[in-house]
Structures are given as C-alpha cells and as structure tokens.
C-alpha cells in the first residue's frame, strides 16, 4: 500500500509539470505572433518574400531633414577630428571714402566663408581721429580736413579702408567793411575764406564798380584816384564780398579857400553825352560856362573860392548814378556852399524856349534852393531869356521807409542829403532855333556864365573888389 502511494504521488507531479511547461510554450508562440505582426511591411501585398530586406524612408520636407540632422547631431557624440568653422578671409565694402566733416558711413564687413556660425568679435580702430573716427558697428565719423586709415581687425584677418576728409568752402569776409581816404591814398584788402581748413582750391578777384574813384589791384590794393565812392568787390568761386569807399579830395596845402565855397559842375563829360543840336555838344558848352563864370567870380569877387567837377571831358564814375554822386560829394569834400551844375535842354517837340532850375522839395534845403535858383534865373532873363520857372521833380526809383519818393535827379538829392543846396541850370533850350542866339559862339556862352557868376553873388552876398 505504502509503494502504491508514493507511485501515484510521483505519477500527478509529472503530470503537473508537463501542464506547466506547455502553458509557458503557449504564452511564448503568443509573444512571438505579436512581434511578428509589429514588424513594418515594405510591400503592399500580404505575401512576404524571404529576400524583402527593410529600408528606412528619406526624409519629404526640409523641416523633416533639419530634425533627423538635429536627432543626428545630438546622438553622435564629437570625436577628436570635430573642428568648428572659422574665416579664412574679412572684407570691407569700400577700400576708399571721401566724405565731408561731420557726415557719416557705416562700413560693411564681408566674410569668407560667407556663413559662420556665431558672433566674432571685430576690433575697429583710427589712424588719426582728428581726421575721422570709427565705432564698434563700424560707423565712420568724418571730423576734420586730412586723411586716415579706419582698420578693421579678427583674429589673424584685417581690412583696411582709407577715408579723405573734405572741408567745402562756406564763405568769405574782407578784412575791411568800409574804407575812407584821400585822393592817392592806398590799402590792401584781404580776404578771408570760411572756414579757413577748407579743402576746397580758390582764387580771388577782385573788381571797383568805379575805377575813376577807386581803383582796385588782382592783389587787393585799393588806391583813390578822385573824390566820390566806389564799391570794391572780391568773388571766390559762389561767393562774393564788397567794401564800400568814400574818396575825399586830397586838397593841395598851397591852395586857400577864401569866404564863401562855390562849386560849379560843367553836365555830362567822358563817356556821358549829352545832347547835341546844331552841331554843338552840350557837354562842351557847359564846360565852356563853368570856366567863364569860374574865372569871372575869381576876378570880381575878393571873398569866394570856386571849383570845377571837371576841367576836360571827362567823368567821374563808370556808372551813371555814381558819376552823379560822385559830382556832389566832390561838393561835400570842399565844404561848398553851394553847388549849381550848369545844363542846357532839349524837348521832343523842339519848340520850347527859355531858362529854368531843378531843386530839390526837401525841407533842409528846399527854401535855399528856391532863392538860389531865382537869383541866377532873374539874372539869365535879363538876358532876354524867358523865366520858366523852378521846378521839383520826384524820383521813380528812390524812395524813404515810407514810401515817399526822393528828388529825381542825383545833384538834388544827394545835395539835400548832406545838407546843402544843389541845383541845376537849364540855360535854354539848344534845340530850339529861337535860343540859338544865347549859344552861338563862345561871346555868347561866356554872357550865359557872367549872368549865373552875378546870381551866385547875389545870393551869397559876395563882396566885389
């Protein structure tokens, strides 16, 4: 009974162990058809051919590589013959600048290999900084005329870029802003160039708008040739400066002024004409007249000194309105009086006829201008010559701040400007055969001036020798 026991207990122990261990075969054929049905299929079909090998898909997108390329690079560790990417050249976008002080540019660098990962320290730097400075962006700031090298720098690499600094011309000035002298005085000028480290070449030239006053060298030397004004200018290049000069009659130490100051202007002369009728000049009959009744009031007359504008046919100034000016401040300079300057008239219709006077309306001399005219127009008529009159004439061109015009005529009113009366005699109309009487010959242009000699007398109350 004992044997039959342990046999059976031996018998359901095999049996229990063969049960097992075909659980376990079950449970492994079931793991290996999961993996199996895992594995991705390169064919469309079911069947699978033993020769089907597995290969992996290229990537569709850029996206796509630039992952794997990442998952790559974070998968594969670096190795001793890994080695980062650096410049084997540096390059600046200009190799020469000019610019003008204070203008700026920013240099551009250029690098070859023309991807390189990173940010590279590049150092930047002057060769003369009162020329032109750099920053670290590369910013070039032109300071002063001259030039300089701006040297960009990294690592072993350089470039270099040569900078020249222009300085324009922006102005000039004239050592002097107005001059005063005497007949056959000189002064240099110089001109001054704004700013004077310009870079920019220049040459001066310099010119008088009235050479017969002032006369003016290529060197700047201004010397006064005759009593009036002139206007001195230099130009250099765009840009142009003037100097205004007042000559004053450099009166001889020998010559004595007497009493009473009479200046006498002969119209017209050199390059100013006259009128001219019957074959006769009117710049010559004036100057005919001037002299007579220079020389008749220096004869008669103990306590008078007289001066001419002009002895010959000649003109004061290249310009009409400064030739005129130049007649009265020739007056101004002597201290006259008075000042008549001698005319004669014409009219378009030739058939006017008589004697008459221009003054000026100004308050300061317009009574003074009345009497004087009046006395040599009475004078004249006694003459035989009809007295038209005093007239005013008002200017078209010249006017106060307020819009009130000035006389017309130079002698008017440039005379009432200093202070003194000037007037002008219309001796007769020379166009008109009626008048041709009273200028026919020098007798009779020489009774014209001892008519106007005797109303300077009356008027000034001179004393006769």
């Known amino acids: 009974m004992g044997s039959y026991l342990k046999t059976s207990e031996k018998r359901r122990s095999v049996i229990a162990f063969t049960g097992l261990l075909c659980i ?3 449970l492994m054929c079931a793991c290996a058809s999961d993996l199996e049905m895992e594995q991705p299929s390169t064919s469309t079909d079911a069947y699978e051919s033993p020769e089907s090998t597995t290969v992996q898909e290229e990537p569709s997108t850029i996206a796509e590589a630039d992952a794997q390329s990442d998952t790559t690079a974070e998968t594969e560790p670096l190795t001793e013959n890994t080695v980062e990417a650096v410049p084997d050249g540096l390059y600046l976008d200009q190799n020469t600048l000019s610019l003008n002080a204070g203008e700026v540019y920013g240099l551009q660098i250029t690098w070859e290999p ?29 300071i002063g005329a001259g030039s300089c090298s701006i040297t960009a720098v990294c690592g072993t690499l350089s470039a ?4 020249h600094v222009l300085v324009p011309m922006t102005g000039i000035v004239l050592s002097q802003q107005q001059l005063d002298l005497k007949t056959g005085e000189s002064v240099s000028l110089t001109v001054d160039i704004m700013p004077a480290d310009t870079t920019d070449s220049w040459s001066a030239a310099w010119s008088s ?3 017969s006053v002032a006369s003016v060298s290529q060197e700047g030397t201004v010397t006064a040739v005759s009593g009036g004004t002139a206007v001195i200018s230099v130009s250099v290049g765009n840009f142009t400066a003037s100097c205004p000069v007042s000559v004053t009659e450099n009166i001889p130490a020998e010559t004595t002024v007497t009493g009473r100051v009479v200046v006498l202007d002969p119209g017209h002369g050199g390059k100013y004409d006259g ?25 008669h007359y103990s306590d ?15 310009q009409g309105e400064p030739d005129r000016e130049a007649r009265v401040q020739f007056a101004k300079d002597r201290n006259a009086d008075i000042l008549v300057s001698l005319h004669f008239n014409v009219t378009p219709e030739h058939n006017a006829s008589g004697c008459l006077a221009f003054i000026s309306k100004e308050a300061n001399v317009n009574a003074a201008c009345t009497s004087l005219a009046n006395s040599i127009l009475a004078r004249l008529s006694a003459l035989g010559l009809q007295n038209l009159g005093t007239f005013l ?28 009366p000037g007037i002008i005699i219309e001796h007769c109309f020379m166009d008109n055969p009626a008048d041709e009487v009273y200028i026919a010959d020098d007798g009779a242009l020489q009774r014209l001036a001892i008519a106007d000699a005797l109303g300077i007398a009356d008027y000034l109350g001179l004393t006769a020798k």
């Open 209 to 211: 708008d009235n050479p």
């Open 24 to 26: 376990i075969s079950i």
């Open 275 to 299: 009128a001219y009728y019957f074959g006769r000049h009117e710049e010559d009959m004036s100057l005919k007249v001037g002299q007579f009744c220079k020389e008749y009031l220096e004869e």
């Open 114 to 142: 023309e991807y390189l990962p990173g940010e590279l320290e590049v150092r930047w730097s002057s060769t003369d900084e009162t020329v032109a400075v750099v920053d670290d962006q590369g910013r070039v700031t032109a």
């Open 160 to 163: 270099l870029c040569e900078v």
């Open 304 to 318: 008078v000194t007289v001066y001419l504008t002009r002895t010959d046919d000649t003109h004061l100034s290249e």
């Open 393 to 420: 004439k008002d200017s078209d061109t010249h006017f106060d701040a307020s819009g009130r015009p000035y006389d017309y005529y130079g002698i008017n009113r440039h005379s009432a400007k200093w202070g003194f």
